[in-house]
């Protein structure tokens, strides 16, 4: 009950946020989690970056996004806290299972993505998954339905999509495409093509690159839907 008017109170806040004339300057500036901020403290995160103080706002209020900012700029929690929050807000739980979906073009880079998610969620209650190959698709298999947010390469997570009783995502609040430029670099246009064919249509999704590009405002109207575009990047 108690949470219920927590929550009402939030959402009333990023309602009522104004985007064009953000004044935040620190993450407890923005209308996020107690849970949240917490996480961020412990990690000594305190001051926005300015794709996170551009971006945060517009992705809690709903938007789906095409965030562009150069590599260092601070993308990771630029996403990390949106999903956080949406899953927060709609009180997910383990029987709700995949909440969200963050893709990355390597190991590495999804490897970090999933540090980072663990190290701020600490205080959250949702279960997060890497699937990056390498180990065994059973080991991960097994694992895969009670997940809450995932985080993987392309290939992989296609791969579970595939398989008969893999990866449900008929319950998918957002989907995230971290390095998006770097994805369509590395051919996996078809692949991310794959996937999100099989998201339901009603999610909220975030694209994150360093660069823009024809072939990455290709993606953009493909996979976003009337979405606002945040940061700046070098055109390639
Ligand atoms: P990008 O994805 O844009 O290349 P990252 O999300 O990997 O950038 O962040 C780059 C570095 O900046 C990381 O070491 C990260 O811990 C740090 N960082 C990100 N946001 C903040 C912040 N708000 N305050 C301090 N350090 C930050
Ligand atoms: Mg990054």
Same mark, same amino acid.
């Given at each position: 009950? +108690?949470?219920? =008017? ?6 009333? /806040?990023?309602? =009522?946020?104004?985007? @064009?004339?953000?004044?935040?300057? #620190?993450? /407890? $500036?923005?209308?996020? %989690? ?5 996480? *961020? ?6 001051? *926005? ?11 809690? @209020?709903? &938007? ?12 990771? *929690? ?12 709609? +009180? ?34 949702? !279960? ?6 390498? @180990?065994?698709?059973?080991? =991960?298999?097994? /694992?895969? !339905? ?9 290939? /992989?997570?296609?791969? &579970? ?27 996996? @246009? ?6 999100? %064919?099989? *998201? ?12 823009? !590009?024809?072939?990455?405002? $290709?993606?953009?109207? #493909? %996979?976003?839907? $009337? ?6 990047? $070098?055109?390639?």
């Amino acid at each position: 009950k +108690k949470e219920t =008017e927590y929550i009402k109170d939030l959402e009333k /806040r990023i309602d =009522e946020y104004d985007v @064009k004339n953000s004044k935040a300057v #620190l993450f /407890r $500036d923005l209308p996020i %989690s107690d849970a949240t901020l917490k996480g *961020l403290k412990e990690a000594a995160f305190v001051k *926005l970056t300015e794709i996170q103080r551009e971006s945060i706002p517009v992705s809690l @209020k709903g &938007h789906d996004l095409l965030g562009a900012a150069k590599t260092g700029s601070g993308k990771t *929690l630029a996403f990390l806290i949106p999903v956080l929050e949406k899953l927060y807000r709609e +009180k997910w739980t383990e029987f709700d299972g995949l909440g969200a979906l963050i893709i990355s073009p390597t190991r590495e880079l999804a490897m970090q993505i999933y540090e980072v998610l663990t190290k701020i969620g600490g205080h959250t209650s949702f !279960s997060a998954g890497l699937v990056i190959g390498g @180990k065994d698709v059973k080991f =991960e298999l097994e /694992r895969i !339905s009670r997940i809450n947010i995932l985080v993987g390469t392309p290939g /992989r997570i296609l791969q &579970h999509m595939d398989q008969a009783v893999g990866l449900n995502a008929d319950n998918l609040q957002m989907l995230v495409l971290d390095e998006a430029d770097r994805c369509l670099d590395m051919g996996f @246009k078809k692949t991310l093509d794959a996937i999100v %064919s099989n *998201l339901p249509p009603s999610r909220q999704t975030l694209l994150f690159s360093a660069t823009q !590009s024809q072939s990455l405002a $290709d993606l953009a109207r #493909l %996979s976003l839907t $009337d979405y606002k575009s945040v940061g700046t990047a $070098d055109t390639v």
